[in-house]
């Protein structure tokens, strides 16, 4: 198993940016693949940004194409989602997740998966 601690979020104006963490613990964790995801109130947790376990490749959801950047460091066990020219419409709570990289396939499926490790989240909120 692998527990997941987010950080970072807070927050912060309209065209701003953030860099928000997400730290492992627990078994490897290169044997996962790392995702964020997000959920706004009363809407439904939707993908946001994928990295493969070594880093190399990365998947993208739509609104965060071009702004938003995902990156691991596998010395630190952590997870960075980078976020710049915030929008109002990016205030959510984010989700870090893990899912063991045996036996997925890439790209990532962009859907929460049984077998997924969840983070508690860290609130993000953009004003105008």
């Known amino acids: 198993q692998v527990q997941l601690v987010e950080s970072g979020g807070k927050l912060v104006q309209a065209g701003g940016s953030l860099r928000l963490s997400c730290v492992a613990s627990?078994?490897?964790?290169?044997?996962?693949?790392m995702a964020w995801f997000r959920q706004a109130p009363g809407e439904q947790r939707t993908f946001v940004a994928a990295?493969?376990?070594?880093?190399?490749?990365?998947s993208y959801g739509a609104s965060a194409k071009g702004r938003f950047t995902i990156s691991r460091d596998n010395a630190k066990n952590t997870v960075y989602l980078q976020m710049n020219n915030l929008k109002p419409e990016d205030t959510a709570i984010y989700y870090c997740?893990?899912?063991?990289?045996?036996?997925?396939?890439?790209?990532?499926?962009?859907?929460?998966?049984?077998?997924?490790?969840w983070g508690q989240g860290t609130q993000v909120t953009v004003s105008s």
């Open positions: 997740a893990a899912r063991p990289w045996e036996g997925m396939y890439w790209p990532y499926e962009p859907v929460a998966k049984a077998g997924d490790y």
């Open positions: 627990g078994n490897n964790f290169q044997a996962y693949a």
């Open positions: 990295v493969e376990w070594s880093g190399t490749s990365t």
